[in-house]
Structures are given as C-alpha cells and as structure tokens.
C-alpha cells in the first residue's frame, strides 16, 4: 500500500527520499514520486510509473534534484490507474503546495465539486489531488500553512496520512495522520516521517508514532505535535531496538526464502521469552481471571493469512476451552452489527497493525463492550495502540508481501493463548498442558529439521508448476492449513487454486476434478487420517494429480495410494498445521520461481492493506 517519506535536514533530501522509498517497495506500488523545496524557493515535483528505478534515472539517483527538505511517496492505485499523473506528489495548480497521501478521501467528489466551481482545474483521477487544491483554497485565504491544515482536514472525511510541503516554507513540512500509518524518526539536525520505520532506520531510531487527528509540524532542529484541538502536545518516543540486517535479504535469492528460514527463530523469540519452569508466562495481560472465567464467546477478527491463523484457532481453542469461537473476516464483521458484548473476548491478529478492515472492526468491537487482545507484530502500530491487551510476534520485520513467519508466529501465540486460558478455565489438565508445552518446545527444531533439505519440494514444485488449477483438500485443522497453503499458492504464482474441505468436495465442487486436475492432499491431521485417505481416492477416481502431504508415522500408509508424497514430523495435533504449513510455503515459493514470477511483490498486492 502507499508509503510516505519526507526529510528536512542539512543534507540533500532527493537521495534520502529515494533510499527510504526503496525500502518501502514492498508494501507494494506502481509509481513514485518525490518533492523537493530547492533554495530559491522552488518545488520540484518528480514522478514515474512503474518501478523505483525508473524515478531513479529520470533524476539521476537524486542528484538533478536540489535541495534539504522533500517528501516522497510510492503509489498504490485506488483512485485513477496507475500512470505519471496520477503518482504521488500531487502539486496545487499555483504550484505552492504539495503532497503525498496514503488512504482514500471519502468526500472527495462533493470537494472536487466545491473547488471546480471555485475555478480550480484538476489534472489527475485521484481523490489526493482534492486534498491539494483544498489547501491551495485556504492557503490563498489565509496564508498560514499550518492553519491551512487544519482547516482541510475539518473539511476531508476518510483516511489519511499526509506529508505536505509549502514553497513559501523552505526550512518545514508538515504531517498529518487519521487512520493510515505514519510516523515521526527524530534525526541529530535532521527529521523524518514515514509510513514505517524500515524506510528510515538507517538515519534515526527514536521514533514517535502519530495518532489520528494530530499534526506535526517538522523542521530540522524539531518537531511539534499538535492534537485535534491545535494544541502542542508532548508525544512519547520509542527506540526502535531491531537490526538493520532484519530488513535485508541477507544472501538469500528472495525476502519470503529468507522470512521462510527464519520462522523456528522467530518461534523460539515469540514462544520460549514466555515461558519459564515449563509455564507459560503473560506479564503484560492486563485481562484478569474474573473477565476470563466469565466469558461467554470468544470472537477472532482478522483479514488474509491472519484470519487462517484464526481459522486454526478456532478448532484449537475451542477444543481446550470448550468455549464456542467465531472466527470473522474483519471487512464483513464491521457490517454485520455483530452480537458481541461485555462477556465478548476479541482476539484481532494482524502482522502489520495497520490493516484498515481489521481496525474497523476492532473499534466496532470495543463500542460494544468487548476485551480486545491482540496480536500483532509491529509495535506500536495502530492496531496494537488501541488495544486493550497486545501481545507481540516477536517475528521481526517482514518484507515479502506473502506472510510466512508473521503467520507461524502468529499460530504459536494464538495457541499458547489458549493454553494460558484453558489452565485458568480448569478446562485443559495437567498432562495435558505439559504434554503441549513440551512439544511447543521441540516445534522450532523439527521446523528447522524439515528446512535443512528442500529437495523433495523443489522436485514437486518442478513436476506441477505447469497447473493451471489446484485444489488443496483437508478435513479439520488440515483443511485450516490447507486455506494458507492455497493463498501462498495463488498469491505469489498466480495459478488459480482453492481450499476445499474434503467432506463437502462431493457436494458440488468435485465436478471440477477432471484428468491432470492438481490436489494437494493434506492428511497430518491423525484423527481423521482414514477419512482423508477415502477423499484421496475419490479425486484420483476422477483422474486427479494428487500431491499428498502427511506425518512421517502416515507416510508408508499414505504412499500405498499415493506416489507423491511430502512428510513432515508429528507433533502435537495442536502444532501439526506449525510444521505442514511449512512445505506448503515453500512449494509456493518454487512453483512461482519455476514460473518466474515477482516472489516478493506480486502483482496488484500490498504488505498493508490499509484501505478498506
Ligand atoms: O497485516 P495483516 O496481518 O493485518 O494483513 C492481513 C492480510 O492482508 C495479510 O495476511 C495477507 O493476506 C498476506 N500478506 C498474504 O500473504
């Protein structure tokens, strides 16, 4: 989704702006741009479709572009396709004011309206230019920028997070933010804003997070916040404390390789930092026993990877708190006026904290009474600000659009929470606890085992990536996984591919088997491996290719029907999706290689989808 950058400082911006941008890239775009106030009070506006390094060479890596305060931008179309026009920063009519913006502006065909009939002419299809010649009417009013913003925003209704910069103000920019990412890095005789912090790590660690309806007003030697009400407010800093090296693809060909090798780290920081003496330790819950004992549904609100994790947690929580739990897609529970109250436990899982949907329920949520405990891997991101209990993935950054090691952590975290809860309930027993402490223990070293060769993968990845279609079919947690392994699949290889549950293909979706059709036959889930066996013979009957995946200890049962077959080692039944995810991931991963596809940008996706 669009990332937002902007420099003020003693050195030249352009480069700057340029560098934070690339390592924005992976949210995803398909132009960028950049503005730049040069000495003699001039703006530059630069802008491409396409790639970065097409903006790079018009502008000579910055170097045809002069001066120390800019913004930049990377676009992700949702108002106007993607072309030179419509990029990012979009500069008022008498050239004086820019901006960059992530988000959508509700009203902005009434505005667009209002200021045609005020003689402003438009020359792009996108709702950010509304905001600009908005603040080029007020401007020319008033002739104070910071007003000037205050008095649009009234105006705006939507999402936004706005860099703003005024040819009248060479040594300022101005931020401001309601619900879409932004941030402020404070700098040594320099300042920064980004939509997130790996854009502008490399410059500054001390970071503070803006809320809705703040602004900033940013200059070299400082930075003051003002609250909705202009008042200058105090905002707290954090450091940011993650290496460098995190957000780099350290020898590996592509970030989603690398973030796949990474998740038994990622496991063993998420997981064993909280437990101690074979327990499993909270400190930050502020839930207590009483709201816990008493509640009565437990509601898991997500989008994408992060409502599969939920998709699992459901099977899993449910079994060790005998509690009914709904797992809902955040865009569809914000509309649903959902039956959530004060005896309602909200678990929202987000990677990014940012995801527009999946914040509009969790407000929806907590309007209605309920206790929100999220999980969420970057801190202090919205999600994570404004719920009532957050625990973190300690995952560390991912760059690759498709999840891999956010997810894994994710169903760590969501399944350890269900023990925690289910020793507090007396609904999961002693042995049962240590049994799965124990083997949550040994899941970061059976993963890294099955990661030590991928051959077997790389072998099936060659054999199928000519499919045009594949099914993955599982019962129960299989067919959980199963909802991942087919959105890795498609996400990234762009084959069609769907998650069936096994028992409801013969209800009409078996018509579609034909011969050579592609099934990813998931049966890790022990109980009810026999049933998964009699599905597998029922689409090789209709001359289905079966790819099977399976325990080591199904295996040799398996292969009496099947040819191809993965393993992965048993678990756990609660951990058994943690390992099978695993080759499911990378038979994505090389089946988009094979197929030569854009692995860590696919098209038309963003890392953080934070608009509705
Ligand atoms: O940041 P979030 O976890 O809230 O993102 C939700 C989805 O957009 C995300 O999981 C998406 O489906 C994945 N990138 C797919 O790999």
Not at 563 to 588: D, R, W, Y
Not at 598 to 603: E, H, L, Q
Request: net charge negative.
């Amino acid at each position: 989704m669009c990332g937002i950058v902007g420099f003020v400082g003693n050195e030249q911006a352009a480069p700057i702006l340029l560098d934070g941008l690339a390592r924005l890239e992976y949210r995803g775009y398909d132009s960028a741009g950049i503005a730049v106030v040069s000495q003699n009070r001039e703006l530059q506006v630069k802008k491409a479709k396409g790639r970065l390094q097409v903006l790079s060479d018009i502008i000579q890596g910055g170097k045809s572009v002069e001066g120390t305060l800019g913004i930049g931008h990377t676009r992700w179309a949702t108002h106007g396709e993607p072309n030179d026009v419509n990029a990012h920063p979009h500069l008022s009519g008498d050239g004086k004011i820019a901006v960059v913006h992530n988000g959508i502006i509700e009203n902005y065909v009434e505005l667009r309206d209002f200021l045609v009939s005020q003689g402003y002419e438009f020359k792009s299809e996108t709702d950010t230019e509304v905001v600009t010649q908005l603040l080029a009417y007020y401007y020319a009013e008033c002739g104070d920028i910071f007003e000037t913003v205050f008095k649009v925003i009234r105006r705006v209704e939507g999402a936004y997070a706005l860099g703003i910069i005024c040819a009248d103000c060479p040594d300022r920019f101005i931020a401001a933010r309601k619900d879409a990412p932004l941030l402020i890095g404070h700098g040594e005789g320099c300042n920064f804003i980004a939509s997130d912090v790996t854009a502008i790590i490399k410059h500054t660690r001390d970071i503070s997070y803006m809320d809705d309806g703040e602004v900033a007003v940013i200059t070299a030697d400082g930075v003051q916040v003002y609250n909705s009400m202009e008042q200058p407010i105090e905002k707290e800093h954090s450091y940011i404390d993650w290496d460098v090296s995190a957000a780099e693809k350290g020898g590996y060909a592509h970030f989603m390789l690398k973030e796949i090798m990474e998740q038994p780290e990622a496991i063993r920081k998420t997981a064993f930092s909280r437990i101690r003496d074979n327990r499993i330790f909270f400190e930050d819950l502020k839930i207590d026993e009483a709201y816990i004992k008493n509640i009565d549904k437990i509601f898991i609100i997500a989008c994408g990877s992060s409502y599969h994790v939920g998709v699992v947690g459901k099977y899993n929580l449910e079994r060790m708190l005998r509690k009914p739990v709904e797992v809902c897609l955040a865009s569809e529970f914000r509309y649903s006026n959902p039956l959530v109250d004060e005896k309602s436990l909200v678990i929202v899982i987000s990677q990014s904290g940012e995801t527009l949907d999946t914040m509009a329920a969790l407000r929806e949520a907590k309007s209605l009474g309920a206790h929100i405990l999220s999980i969420v891997n970057v801190v202090g991101s919205s999600i994570a600000r404004e719920s009532d209990d957050v625990l973190y993935t300690w995952a560390g950054p991912e760059i690759a659009v498709a999840t891999t090691k956010a997810y894994s952590t994710q169903l760590v975290l969501l399944n350890m929470l269900g023990l925690y809860f289910g020793d507090i309930l007396g609904t999961v027993s002693a042995k049962e606890y240590s049994e799965i402490i124990d083997e949550l223990l040994r899941l970061p070293a059976k993963m890294e085992q099955m990661l030590e060769n991928t051959d077997d993968i790389k072998y099936y990845a060659s054999a199928y990536f000519n499919h045009s279609s594949v099914f993955f079919i599982g019962r129960n947690l299989d067919y959980a996984m199963g909802l991942e392994g087919s959105l890795k699949l498609k996400e990234i290889s762009y084959i069609h591919s769907e998650a069936y549950a096994s028992g409801e293909l013969k209800h009409g979706t078996i018509s579609l088997i034909e011969d050579g059709t592609l099934v990813i036959a998931l049966g890790t889930y022990a109980p009810l491996f026999d049933k998964a066996m009699s599905n597998v013979v029922e689409v090789q009957a209709r001359g289905a290719d079966v790819l099977a995946l399976t325990t080591d200890s199904h295996a040799a049962e398996m292969r009496k029907t099947v040819e191809n077959v993965m393993t992965v080692p048993q678990s756990h039944t609660i951990f058994q999706p943690s390992l099978g995810v695993v080759p499911l991931q990378l038979f994505a991963y090389y089946v988009a290689l094979m197929r030569g596809c854009d692995i860590d940008k696919p098209r038309n996706l963003a890392k953080s989808v934070t608009v509705e």
